[in-house]
Every structure is written in structure tokens, then in C-alpha cells.
């Protein structure tokens, strides 16, 4: 009878050894100058950065064990030289995972279905970004001619439409898996209300159920309140000169008014600026005025900014970051984005490119717009 019982017992636990796994990331580098460098592996909870495990590249290799409570987005990230972050997400997964960091820095995941899933979503991303890359740097040649850089931009245009339309696939195909849901959360901001709804209309109740996607849903609606051909919506915040401003104290002052969504801490809200300025000064006065809407939470930062660049508009902040009045009121989710307004108080565009704007503030008649 004790043998019988012994028996059972490590046959159980035989089982349960079988039965219960771990996830194993095996990771190969191509190029050696990274050895030494230190690799985390993060997840991303409520935009705040969380690290998991850490590991430092030694003979051009490392690895990740561990085990997952649940299948979950998580990202491979380092520094490369120095400051220039590099990182990837991928399915952390009780599974085996092997990757390969290619001499650009890209990487290649595979081991799990939702891995190679996710994996062909991202390939087909990167040759967009790699020509967008490419793109802004021509942008910014001093050599380029203006008619040169109203192709490119336009180029540009093309290149964001790819961007969308591969979100947009891979979201509607995949909506109620881990990887549609996230390619979702993560691109929705660069589709057209209606596009957002079709991806939308297929989610099942567990979909729809989680934070972060409901908030969507109800930013959506929000978002259909201020969408071009409305009126524009007020709010007042703090500005920065110490007194409040809203958009009601400047909506008909001028022909047109840009209210632009940025922050110190957003990259291209910064690389945009250079233009920025030179395109309200070029047109500044009665016919086009800037508020800028910082999604700050240090004010030192904030004001920092403008001073180093000089940007002479007025601007407001009431420094709550995400969750700016600002912000919510015109369901701004991703920066820099930029609202235009007519004469009249109607909504006659939003995130347009500054080519785009100036064919408005080349209008001798701002009341045609939309008509």
C-alpha cells in the first residue's frame, strides 16, 4: 500500500513537472561591439516602466528564464551607444523564445505563434520606418529645395497612410488576440474616427472589457464632438505669463488659430518646432495665431523649453501631463497633434502637415473652408 502511494505521488509530481513550464529567451547578437552592454527586460503598466529581469551581453549571447503568470507584452531594451535607446516588444510567453539583435539593432523574435505574429507586423513596420527615416533626414538637408521638400513631405504623407493601413489590417484581423489588441492600443491614434469604429465593432465583451482599450472607446466618442467640420470646443488653462487663457480669448482674433497638443519631453513636438516657428512668423498677426497646450508635469521643463527655443506664441498647461484638460477635451492621445480653427470657430483641420496649413493661410477667404 506505501509503494502504491509513492507511486502515485511521483507520478503526480512527474506530471505536473510535464505539465508546468517557464519561459526561456535565448538571445544572439551579431554585432560584438555589444558585448558588456546591459539588456532589461520590461513591461509597460499605466504608461509607467516596470523591469522584470536584466541581463548583461557576454560572447555575443544572454538569456531570460523566469515564468509568466500570463501571457503579456514585454520588451527587450538597452542603450546603444550611450542614450540611444533601443527596444522592442515582443510576447513574454511560458514558452521557448529565441531572438536574434541584428547589426542595426533590430529584432527578430520567434518561438510562439503570437511571437511570429507580432514579429511579421513589426517587420512590415520597419520598412516604413526605415524610409521615413530616411525621409526626415533629406527633409533636412540644407541643400533640398523648397519644391524639393513639399515632395517630400508629401512623400512623408504616403509613408504615414502605409503605417496606418498596416495597423489597420493587422488590428482587424487579430482584435481579440493579445497581439491585435495591443497593435490596436498602440495605432489607433493615426486612424480616422471611422476606421476606429470598424476595428471596434468587431471586439468581443473580453476586448472591450479591458482599461485601457474602454477608455478608447470613450475617447472615440469625445473625438467625434471636435472633429473637423465641428465647432470648436473651449477650455481655459493656466498660462504661462500667470493668468488663465482659454480658446474662447483668441477663436476670431485671427483667421485662423492652431492650438498645438506638445511637450518638452516629446522628441518630435521638438524636431518640429524649427518650422513651426518659422511658419507663424512668416504669417503672425491678424491672420494666423499658435496656442501651445504643453502635457508637462514639471513646470521648469516646460518653461525651459520655450525659452531655449523661443517660442513666442502664448501657451498654457495646467502641468497634469495625460490627463491635461487639454488634452481630453479634443481626445488627444499621441504628440504632437494639432487642432485648426477658422475665424468663425469651425474645426477645419486636425494633425495637418505645415504645408498643409499654409495652403489655408494662403486663402484670401478663411469662410470657404468645409462649404
Partial sequence: MVKKLLFILISTLYIYSCTTTDYVINVKVEDAALNGT??????????????IDSAVISNQTFEFKGIADTAKIAYLTYEFPEKNLVRQEFVLENAKITVNIDSTGFMVFSGSKQNVLL???????NVVYTAEEKNYLAQKDSTVSKEQKVSLEKEME?????EVKIDKSYATTNINT?????????????????????????????????????????????EKKVAVGQLYTDFK?????????????????????????WASWCGPCIRSLPDLTELYNKYKGTRFQILGVSLDEDKNAWVGAIQSHNLSWKHVSDLKGWK????????VNSIPSTVLINKEGKIIGRNLSLSEIENFLTKKDSTKELN
Fill in 237 to 261: 488653462l493656466p498660462a504661462l505669463e500667470g493668468d488663465s487663457l482659454s480658446i474662447s480669448d483668441l477663436v476670431g482674433k485671427s483667421d485662423y488659430l492652431l492650438i498645438d497638443f
Fill in 158 to 162: 504616403d509613408l504615414y497612410a502605409q
Fill in 178 to 222: 493579445l497581439v491585435g489588441n495591443h497593435i490596436f492600443m498602440n495605432s489607433f491614434y493615426g486612424m480616422t474616427v471611422s476606421e476606429k469604429e470598424s476595428v471596434i465593432s468587431l471586439m468581443n465583451d473580453d476586448t472591450r472589457n479591458i482599461k485601457r482599450i474602454s477608455e478608447i472607446v470613450a475617447d472615440v466618442e469625445t
Fill in 38 to 51: 546591459t539588456v532589461f527586460l520590461k513591461e509597460r503598466i499605466n504608461r509607467e516602466w516596470n523591469t
Fill in 119 to 125: 514579429q511579421n507586423y513589426q517587420n512590415d513596420k
Fill in 324 to 331: 491635461s484638460k487639454g488634452s481630453r477635451t479634443y481626445a
